[in-house]
């Protein structure tokens, strides 16, 4: 017999899948160590991506990296590497329907050495503005 206070909790839990591949600069073909992979849900598009991120990875060594726990459904696999002097195209993601038992080892991912871009900001009077922030977003 049971107290008061006793709660009994049933739970169900949904098998989920692990993602695994291998980052890699596309003119070289040399894993890129440090990028991050991430995981979003794909009904999104990529700026929305960024802010209901499901998983991050870090690449290791050779560019490998593996994302343990993915829950099902249609999933968006993409990498930010800006800081390793690395781009990545929207259009290289790579888009998963993730199901139970499947086998997502080997989702490569290129990207692309980043350019530097120097110059000068100034006002109308074209004197120079200091301190300003500049970001480069693809076109």
Avoid: C, W
């Avoid at 530097?116 to 693809?138: D, E, H, L």
């Amino acid at each position: 017999m049971s107290d008061a206070s006793d709660v009994r909790m049933d739970f169900f839990l949904l098998p989920g899948a692990t993602i695994s591949g291998r980052v890699a600069d596309s003119r070289t073909g040399q894993g890129v160590d440090g990028v991050a992979v991430n995981v979003a849900p794909s009904g999104q598009n990529l700026v929305e991506a960024l802010t209901d991120i499901e998983l991050i990875d870090t690449t290791e060594k050779g560019g490998l990296y593996e994302l343990a726990g993915v829950s099902l459904g249609s999933h968006r696999v993409f990498v930010r590497g800006r800081d390793q002097g690395y781009l990545f195209r929207p259009e290289s993601a790579v888009t998963l329907n993730i199901e139970p038992g499947r086998d997502y080892s080997g989702v490569d991912i290129k990207v692309d050495p980043a350019a530097i871009a120097k110059g000068s900001v100034v006002n109308q009077s074209g004197n120079p503005v200091a301190k300003a922030r500049v970001t480069a977003f693809p076109a």
